[in-house]
């Protein structure tokens, strides 16, 4: 196996910053969960796989070829990681973005989202598309960035399964006019109240904060909202929680 140079080591770390992962067109995947999912899918392709652990290349024999894996020793995987707590996998992949198509998105279900700031509740708003079967992910310009490596690890993987753009929310619907927008809003059409949603059209998820921007809400075309019990304590669900109860229902009440 190859040995690992300083300068490389130095690049891998440098992507986990966005601006880095931008110039250098790449992402990181850390874990063995995530990194044999997009070996099994290839949609990324994988440059180079760094392992702590000798028996790692066992299991991943069946998936890749031998020649992208380079042994590292656990310090100087804890140069490269992410995170405080290093895997003994890494791999570096060349990113793949825009890749929704404007042609058939309309006929489909897409998930917007409006300024999602937290890494963890978007790779978990990735892994419930895929899980539900929505293929379309479209994120606004100030949302995290699909390809942080806090978003790569929750999705599990789910990341080479979906399609990702990002845009506004009003260049998206000027490509698709008349399509079915909903909102998740405190003031929407209870939930378990609406039983026949669209087959296809565009979920919007608001930021964790402050909810669907201003800007946006003369574009939603249905509210919809999910009810707690009358004596709850909590103001909100989170951004991915509430997203998956929504998703739920729509997979399953549908015209």
């Known amino acids: 196996m190859n040995v690992i140079s300083k300068t490389q080591i130095k690049l891998v770390k440098s992507l986990g910053q966005q601006k880095f992962r931008q110039k250098y067109g790449k992402f990181t995947a850390e874990g063995e969960k995530s990194v044999t999912e997009f070996l099994k899918n290839m949609y990324f392709p994988i440059e180079v796989i760094y392992i702590v ?9 069946a998936f890749c070829d031998l020649k992208v894996l380079v042994k590292v020793s656990l310090q100087e995987m804890e ?4 995170f405080r707590t290093p895997s003994n996998i890494l791999a570096v992949l060349s990113k793949k973005e825009n890749t929704v198509s404007l042609v058939s998105f309309p006929e ?11 890494p963890g509740n978007m790779g978990t708003i990735i892994r419930i598309a895929d899980w539900f079967g929505i293929k379309n992910i479209v994120r606004s310009p100030n949302s995290a960035d699909f390809f942080n490596p806090k978003v790569v690890q929750s999705t599990m993987g789910s990341l080479c399964n979906v399609r990702l753009m990002t845009s506004t929310l009003s260049d998206l619907v000027e490509l698709a006019p008349g399509m079915v927008v909903l909102g998740a809003l405190m003031d929407g059409t209870k939930l378990h109240l609406t039983k026949n949603l669209p087959e296809k059209g565009l979920l919007v998820i608001g930021n964790e904060g402050h909810g669907i921007h ?6 939603i075309t249905h509210k919809i909202a999910i009810a707690g019990d009358h004596h709850k304590v909590a103001e ?3 951004a991915a929680m509430a997203c998956s109860i929504i998703c739920h229902h729509w997979s399953f009440h549908q015209k």
Do not use: C, G, W
């Open 53 to 61: 652990d000798e028996h790692v290349k066992d299991r991943l024999s």
């Open 214 to 219: 201003a800007n946006n809400l003369p574009f």
């Open 108 to 118: 489909e279900k897409t998930i917007y989202l409006d300024d999602i700031q937290d």
């Open 236 to 238: 909100s669900l989170n």
């Open 79 to 82: 140069q490269m990681s992410s």
